[in-house]
T-cell receptor, first 113, second 112 residues
């Protein structure tokens, strides 16, 4: 079944640690996105990719980095986690052909102590 | 400056009644509008969309209305069910290849 996966679902980590949030999709979509979302707030785009070896920063400034070496895989890395990085991180993908519908993974809830 | 606004942070509706969720936008170049539903600790799931060439789109219990002159869209849920309790996000795009611009969401509570 075509789907989009994120791991871990929940992560509690100490300040200064390096973390990688994993995102994989089996739909063959070229476009993939990372959002950051806090309760009561809109989804903020932090990174996007329109294909392999293509990555761009989104509207919200983020200290994270991403890579897109394979179509199905779009990991996000924080080199040194801080409490201000505490948030929900959502990964999405889309065909972007006729309707800009995005398919979302279940999210990673990150808490940095 | 927020281009997509959902001015009601929350809405409470009796089970079986109609739920109406509203969304306003400022960018007249938007030509696709989407509604998503989100449960806590889960990713958003797509509900329904509408392009700017239409003023209404219906899918089962969900209907979206678009008023371009007022730059306003609304999502109607009839009848409302307990499982509809969630946060509803409105999103807009300039065209099918562009990114989505999101509202802050409205929390819908369906009372039994």
């Amino acid at each position: 079944e075509a789907d989009i996966y994120q791991t871990p679902r929940y992560l509690v980590i100490g300040t200064g640690k390096k973390i990688t949030l994993e995102c994989s999709q089996t739909m063959g979509h070229d476009k993939m996105y990372w959002y950051q979302q806090d309760p009561g707030m809109e989804l903020h785009l932090i990174h996007y990719s329109y294909g392999v070896n293509s990555t761009e920063k989104g509207d919200l400034s983020s200290e994270s980095t991403v890579s897109r070496i394979r179509t199905e895989h779009f990991p996000l890395t924080l080199e040194s986690a801080r409490p201000s990085h505490t948030s929900q991180y959502l990964c999405a993908s889309s065909e972007g052909v006729s309707v800009p519908r995005q398919f979302f993974g279940p999210g990673t809830r990150l808490t940095v102590l | 400056d927020q281009q997509v606004k959902q001015n009601s942070p929350s809405l409470s509706v009796q089970e079986g009644r109609i739920s109406i969720l509203n969304c306003d936008y400022t960018n007249s170049m938007f030509d696709y509008f989407l509604w998503y539903k989100k449960y806590p600790a889960e990713g958003p799931t797509f509900l329904i969309s509408i392009s700017s060439i239409k003023d209404k789109n219906e899918d089962g219990r969900f209907t979206v209305f678009l008023n371009k002159s007022a730059k306003h869209l609304s999502l109607h849920i009839v009848p409302s069910q307990p499982g509809d309790s969630a946060v509803y996000f409105c999103a807009a795009s300039v065209d099918s290849n562009y990114q989505l611009i999101w509202g802050a969401g409205t929390k819908l509570i369906i009372k039994p």
